[in-house]
């Protein structure tokens, strides 16, 4: 290890009352779920942002297969072939 990055280390370690392994440890595993975190957000940027928004607005309608399915299941549910 670099001795700056050691010295850092120890130094923010014993500010918090901990060993520099166990500082050392906390500190990579907050990083790691912070990336992990990060992995999962989408990021728009703002005009895909305004464009998302606007496709949420838009009055679409159904395609061919969400109809066939939503007639599929009223079938279903009529027949009694599937319960509510």
């Not at 992995?39 to 703002?46: A, D, H, M, R, V």
């Not at 009055?59 to 009529?78: G, H, K, M």
Request: hydrophobic share 35%.
């Amino acid at each position: 290890m670099h001795t700056e990055s050691k010295k850092i280390i120890e130094r923010a370690a014993h500010l918090l009352g901990l060993k520099p392994a166990d500082y050392a440890r906390i500190t990579l595993e907050r990083e790691a779920k912070r990336t992990l975190d990060d992995s999962y957000n989408i990021k728009f940027t703002e005009r895909d942002w305004h464009r998302f928004f606007q496709i949420l607005n838009e009055d679409a309608l159904p395609n061919e297969a969400l109809t066939n399915a939503a007639s599929q299941y009223e079938e279903a549910v009529r027949t009694g072939h599937l319960k509510e």
